[in-house]
């Protein structure tokens, strides 16, 4: 099973940009694809972003898609999350997850992933 630890995370001010970062250990390159979900209180864990097992393809929610950028360096095993012009809105616990057996099929679902991590705070002041 993959282990993941997330970091990165953090108070900024809108318009701000972060850089979360997922280290992996057990993740054989090609083998899984990794997503990255937010969840607030309250509220079901939201897609944010995926990358195939390749490192080709990304999928993000429309919410996101020209702010976020979903990245791997698998000479660091570490999956990132850059993240430009922040919003208020996009204030949640971050978490990384891990995908063996479904991939990309279904991205979008948190329970298609296996593996995740423990989750980084950003939070985002208007």
């Known amino acids: 099973q993959v282990q993941l630890v997330e970091s990165g995370g953090g108070l900024v001010q809108a318009g701000d940009s972060l850089r979360l970062s997922c280290t992996t250990s057990?993740?054989?390159?090609?083998?899984?694809?990794m997503g990255w979900f937010r969840q607030t209180p309250g509220k079901e864990r939201e897609f944010v972003a995926h990358?195939?097992?390749?490192?080709?393809?990304?999928y993000y929610a429309d919410s996101v898609k020209g702010r976020f950028t979903i990245s791997a360096d698998d000479a660091k095993n570490t999956v990132y999350l850059q993240m430009n012009n922040l919003k208020p809105e996009d204030t949640a616990v971050y978490y990384c997850?891990?995908?063996?057996?479904?991939?990309?099929?279904?991205?979008?679902?948190?329970?298609?992933?296996?593996?995740w991590g423990q989750g980084t705070q950003v939070t985002v002041s208007s």
């Open positions: 057990g993740r054989i390159f090609g083998s899984e694809a």
């Open positions: 990358l195939s097992r390749n490192g080709v393809s990304t």
């Open positions: 997850a891990a995908a063996s057996v479904y991939g990309s099929t279904r991205y979008y679902d948190s329970r298609a992933y296996e593996s």
